[in-house]
């Protein structure tokens, strides 16, 4: 458990207590205190579920955290099951990869319904990471290529617009492609 200069014992934050709990009890406490007084919810907290916390401003905390948090973990459930129903179509012949990015193209419109600034930041370090890791599978498919590609992709990128020399190109590629393949 950590320690620091507001919390020098070393004990649990009330509302981290109550942001731990199970997730049907954190909705039933929700509802509990949307209906109730917050001294009627402390007394029902060590009553009912032997919780003890001293201030109503834990449960003011609570309050405010509660909704977002269940927000972006239903988010979260709807886009991973999207992603492994996408991954189940055979006719769609779409990659595990391709289905988490649409799984997460749809936690982002879920996002954007909600108007939740704090998941807009989320998605943006989540959106850097996704940038990341698009560089470094672009590296390892790079690194993948033997010269001869690496050749082509470059020698390609020189003759650009220039038809004649394109048609070449696609008959050296044609030619490269049988010899690797161990057809020439």
Do not use: C
Not at 79 to 92: F, M, Q, V
């Amino acid at each position: 458990m950590r320690r620091d200069i507001e919390n020098p014992e070393g004990k649990a934050r009330g509302d981290s207590v109550l942001k731990t709990l199970p997730d049907a009890l954190q909705e039933e406490l929700y509802q509990f205190l949307r209906r109730n007084t917050q001294a009627k919810t402390l007394a029902w907290l060590q009553e009912t579920h032997g919780i003890q916390i001293k201030s109503g401003a834990t449960l003011t905390e609570f309050w405010t955290w509660y909704p977002k948090s269940n927000f972006l973990r239903q988010a979260a459930q709807t886009s991973d099951e999207l992603a492994e129903t996408l991954t189940k179509l055979p006719e769609l012949k779409i990659t595990a990869e391709q289905a988490r990015e649409v799984a997460a193209a749809s936690f982002e419109i879920a996002a954007a319904r909600n108007r939740d600034i704090d998941t807009f930041a989320l998605l943006g370090a989540g959106e850097d990471k996704r940038f990341k890791r698009q560089l470094a599978r672009e590296k390892f498919e790079w690194s993948k290529k033997t010269e001869a590609e690496k050749g082509l992709e470059a020698l390609h990128a020189e003759i650009k617009g220039d038809a004649v020399a394109l048609q070449i190109f696609e008959q050296l590629r044609a030619r490269v492609k049988l010899i690797q393949e161990g057809k020439v």
